[in-house]
């Protein structure tokens, strides 16, 4: 076959145009894709100009506690306008206490990542929390009223977790007056003439009722703020209605003398101070957000109704709170939505109105898609837990992918289980009649659970090619404050290690001036904390050895009522092999955090923000005497809910 100089040109002609043609259908592909991208990125965000952003926190208002979400609860006029001006949320949970449930709230994730159960050091630098992003974005932020999210270092307080300016407390035992080692428990909480700090500052004291106090600050910074033109943040945090029940006398006189008066009062001074809030406000250019931080207590009236439980516990009730998002020009209004949200949704909610991307790890949803096009949230399982140090158990609790089952265990005791879409209460256990569903919800919890308590850390090189270092989470990866556990693997280690004079011991891993494991040949192991020592006496150096060193450091709470009791084990291929139940230990300063986590000998390491147990150890509940049989029995059982070595154990060595 002979080739002429047209056929080459035909044939050149007809591959130039399929390779348009690609370049087209490629072209084409790409737009589509982008535009794809655009009106998804477009059903995230609210069509309109960054707004202000009020967020209004309630203290342990309960989900019958305003009328804005049941027409028989208590007459809330000013929280259910806003309701009418927005969208209701009838299914938002948020945390079974206050603490927890500002964690989820500020950082947009689980609060157990952060070590939150319920009690913690620190919202993680890690973990930039709402504040921190807006004020990135050219928000001004300020806070008014409770932190409660971290208090101990200075470093946890809100001026270094993003807020420009806040005027308020700590905690609500600071109220009270300065808190002493002599007065610790003793001081209690008041509205009356409270004791608060302006930007870090003292505590000072100002005249008058709490509620009146903070609403009068806020209304003033609003005027500031709005005067100003920058964008705004206002992060409100009320006491209100927590205890004690102490409305001020204008409000008590208005309701009969009995606990349900008073605290119908406190809960009505509560809704004219949102109403004045919201007076102030332009809402034209104002995102505004109300929501509960845990169900009620139940101690006055039935807070939660027509839910089962109450504040502390691991039920319906303790869960369930109001949440209402406003914008009038831009939310739809009076739409109430009956699919699950969670307080962790907020973050990601507002960062998309304020045209802010969200970081990659949260654990929230953008709810824009929701309210403004009823596009249904990926569905997704949520488990909550509190530590309970004095019997080394878990409260917990876990909430289905669907949303129609609940299983929910206190005091480490077997979990119930709960139809909710039979009995939406929450208060009919069916454990016995569903073993394998409770099983499975229980297997469920546990992954979520070490999911959540693992830290990412940041690993890099060390020193010389076989020390690795790890950084980060500082306040969960040293053995500073609550729980920890860090999982070594160690071994096989070089042969020609001796021991002698100049060397009497290698050093395998260690935090400088905190800690370090040490092979001592033909001894075994020591880990030194302090003046504590921990011995191994079966460390292999032939072969890779999985090591636990794990503890519980019991801060003395506000209120504790007995001595703290921390403690300190020593495992090594799942056996305990040292102990010591009661370490005299003295929290990490800022420097010692900041140091990195190294191992040695090409040795690597992981770290939870839990104490990890066996049921071979020992066991010494502090529990009433008339308790004591009752969970050592269970515990010889092995049926208390606890965290196990095992799970760390799964991590190393394999």
């Not at 084409?28 to 069509?47: F, M, N, R």
């Not at 860090?486 to 096989?492: A, Q, S, T, V």
């Not at 011991?505 to 020591?526: C, K, N, S, V």
């Not at 370490?583 to 090409?602: C, G, K, M, R, W």
């Amino acid at each position: 076959m002979s080739v002429t100089p047209s056929s080459v040109f035909d044939d050149k002609r007809s591959l130039a145009i399929i390779l348009l043609a690609i370049l087209l259908f490629s072209w084409l592909s790409s737009v589509k894709d982008s535009l794809t991208e655009s009106l998804s990125t477009a059903e995230e965000t609210p069509a309109a100009p960054r707004p202000n952003i009020l967020l209004i926190v309630a203290d342990d208002l309960g989900y019958d506690d305003t009328s804005a979400l049941n027409s028989n609860g208590l007459p809330t006029p000013n929280i259910r306008q806003l309701a009418q001006q927005g969208v209701t949320f009838s299914r938002h949970y948020a945390d079974s206490t206050c603490t927890p449930s500002r964690i989820a709230i500020l950082s947009g994730r689980y609060p157990e990542r952060s070590g939150f159960r319920p009690i913690g050091s620190e919202i993680p630098a890690e973990f930039s929390t709402i504040a921190e992003q807006l004020q990135l974005a050219g928000y001004s932020t300020n806070l008014t009223g409770k932190w409660h999210a971290g208090e101990e270092r200075r470093l946890a307080w809100p001026e270094h977790k993003g807020f420009d300016h806040w005027f308020g407390f700590l905690n609500q035992w600071e109220l009270g007056g300065e808190i002493n080692e002599a007065n610790k428990g003793q001081i209690k909480p008041t509205y009356r003439n409270p004791m608060l700090r302006e930007q870090g500052g003292e505590l000072q004291k100002f005249d008058g009722h709490l509620t009146d106090i903070l609403t009068e600050h806020t209304i003033g910074k609003i005027e500031q703020l709005q005067e100003a033109g920058q964008p705004w943040f206002l992060y409100h945090a009320f006491l209100a209605p927590h205890q004690p029940i102490q409305p001020a006398p204008r409000y008590a006189a208005q309701f009969p003398d009995t606990p349900e008066g008073k605290y119908t009062a406190l809960v009505t001074q509560l809704d004219d101070a949102v109403g004045r809030i919201l007076k102030a406000v332009d809402r034209e250019n104002t995102l505004v957000v109300f929501v509960s931080d845990n169900g009620g207590t139940n101690r006055e009236r039935n807070n939660n109704f027509p839910f089962f439980g109450k504040k502390n516990e691991m039920y319906e009730g303790a869960f369930r709170t109001p949440l209402i998002i406003s914008w009038p020009e831009f939310i739809p209004q009076g739409k109430t939505i009956d699919d699950i949200v969670m307080n962790v949704d907020i973050y990601p909610t507002l960062l998309a109105a304020a045209k802010v991307p969200p970081p990659t790890d949260l654990d929230g949803s953008n709810l824009w898609p929701l309210f403004l096009h009823d596009n249904a949230l990926k569905p997704r399982q949520r488990s909550w837990e509190v530590y309970v140090a004095n019997v080394n158990t878990l409260n917990f609790s876990l909430l289905s992918e669907s949303g129609n089952a609940r299983l929910a265990s206190l005091q480490g005791f077997a979990p119930s289980l709960f139809d909710l879409a039979t009995d939406p209460s929450g208060e009919e256990d069916i454990a016995s009649a569903q073993p394998v569903v409770a099983a499975d919800l229980t297997t469920e919890f546990w992954r979520e659970h070490w999911r959540k308590s693992l830290l990412a850390v940041r690993e890099t090189p060390g020193s010389n090619p076989s020390q690795r270092l790890y950084g980060g989470f500082d306040a969960m990866r040293t053995p500073h404050r609550h729980g920890f556990a860090i999982g070594l693997e160690i071994g096989p280690l070089p042969d020609d290690l001796e021991q002698s004079d100049d060397t009497p011991f290698h050093l395998l891993a260690g935090q400088e001036t905190m800690w370090d494991l040490r092979y001592i040949p033909g001894h075994g192991l020591e880990w030194h904390m302090g003046d504590t020592v921990l011995t191994d006496p079966y460390f292999e150096p032939t072969r890779c050895n999985a090591i636990v060193l794990t503890g519980h450091f019991q801060p003395r709470g506000h209120l504790t009522k007995r001595e703290p009791q921390s403690r300190i084990k020593l495992y090594s291929s799942g056996f305990l092999r040292d102990a010591n139940t009661d370490i005299t230990y003295s929290p990490a300063d800022d420097e010692q955090l900041h140091t990195p986590t190294f191992v040695n000998f090409h040795g690597t390491a992981r770290f939870s923000n839990m104490m990890l147990s066996s049921f071979a150890d020992s066991y010494s509940p502090r529990v009433a005497p008339q308790f004591l049989d009752v969970y050592a029995s269970l515990y010889r059982e092995q049926k208390l809910i606890m965290p196990e070595v095992k799970m760390m154990d799964a991590e190393l060595c394999n």
